[in-house]
Structure formats: structure tokens, C-alpha cells
């Protein structure tokens, strides 16, 4: 399931997880924050080391914000051995308990649990074909969350905000900064899956 930060994701994924329960399917679920390439700290440093050499329209959407080539290798390893490895990236205080791991870092990289029957991803680049890279080839069946953009900001602004505590214009800074690589890197997944839909309120 691929869609960007607050298209409703999360909300699909607690729906499989749901419909996985019910028909007794064991699956590895996978997020795509796992996958970010740095850490909230080496982010705000690459962030201002690019906006200081002009480039403001780097962010987590971007293809080189993350180790997509790591993500294709999950994707294909698993394919072939139902094996495979991923890491949680801790949001807020609650993962923090939840993990042991301060809130900005990441897990440290570990094995599938064996014996699953699929692996489930949730992310922002669950169907990147571009740069060399296929992961939309390696899924058997690709979900997109496409924009209702509105929707998309007021969800992520209230999130962001009430879980995250950002203020309401550091969260509208960091939407406008991503456009560029939203358009670039996130919409032209949806014509690469398989089925495409909104969430409506």
C-alpha cells in the first residue's frame, strides 16, 4: 500500500490487519519510514545543508531521502526465501517506550518472524519504478491511496500536531516543501499499481 503522509495508509493497513486476523493469514508487515536514510537529527542537517546550497525541495519523499535499493533488495529476498529484514523509526514518545529507542531513531535491523504467509508494506515508495530501482516489480499486488489533497493536509496537520506536537505551520512548511518530489516521486506510482482509491471523510 502506497500513498503519501496523510493519505490514509496507516488506516488501510489497520484494515488488512483486520482482514488478516479473520482468515488466519500470518503476515510480516513492513513500514517505509523503516527505510528513511537518516536518522530526525542527520535529516534536519541534510535539510539545512541542502536549503543553504539552494535545494529546497528535498524531503522524505525524495528517492535519495531513503535506501530504496535496501527496500527493492527486502522485496526480492523475501520473494525468494520468505526471509527478510526490517527496523521501526520511532515518531513519538509512546514507540519510544514501546521500543527502548529515543523518538527520531531507528530500530536496530532485524529478521522476519519465519513461517509467513505474505509481506505487507505500508509506505510512501511501495511502487517506485524509477532510477534503476523496481519495487513495483517485485509486488504482486500494489495498492495506491491517491490524493484528495485537502484531505491529505488537514489529516497530517492534526496528526502532526496532536501526536507529533509540531505546530500547525512547521507541519505547513514541511507539506510545502515536499510538492516537488510529491509530484515527482509519489504520484507517478499510482500508475503503477494495481488498484487505485481515495479515502473520503
Known sequence: VTGSSGAGTS???HTFDQIFRREGIKAVSIEGDAFHRFNRADMK?????????????????????????????????????????????????????????????????ADFDSGSDLL????????VCADGIDIAGKADLKIGVVPVINL???????????????TTEAVTDVILRRMH?????????????????QRVP
Open 120 to 127: 505487507f508494506y505500508e509506505g510512501l515508495h511501495g511502487a
Open 11 to 13: 488506516t488501510v493497513k
Open 152 to 166: 491529505e493536509w488537514i489529516q497530517k496537520i492534526h496528526r502532526d500536531r496532536d501526536s507529533r506536537g509540531y
Open 45 to 109: 542537517s541534510e535539510l539545512d545543508r541542502r536549503s543553504m546550497e539552494g535545494d529546497n525541495t528535498f524531503s522524505h519523499f525524495s528517492f535519495e531521502a531513503n535506501v530504496l535499493d535496501k527496500l527493492e533488495g527486502v522485496f526480492e529476498r523475501y520473494g525468494e526465501t520468505g526471509n527478510g529484514q526490517t527496523r521501526h523509526y520511532i515518531h513519538d514518545d509512546a514507540e519510544a517506550e514501546k521500543y527502548s529507542v529515543p523518538p527520531g531513531n531507528f530500530t536496530e535491523w
Open 181 to 197: 518530489a510529491y509530484v515527482h516521486c509519489i504520484c507517478p506510482q499510482f500508475s503503477e499499481t494495481d488498484i487505485n482509491f
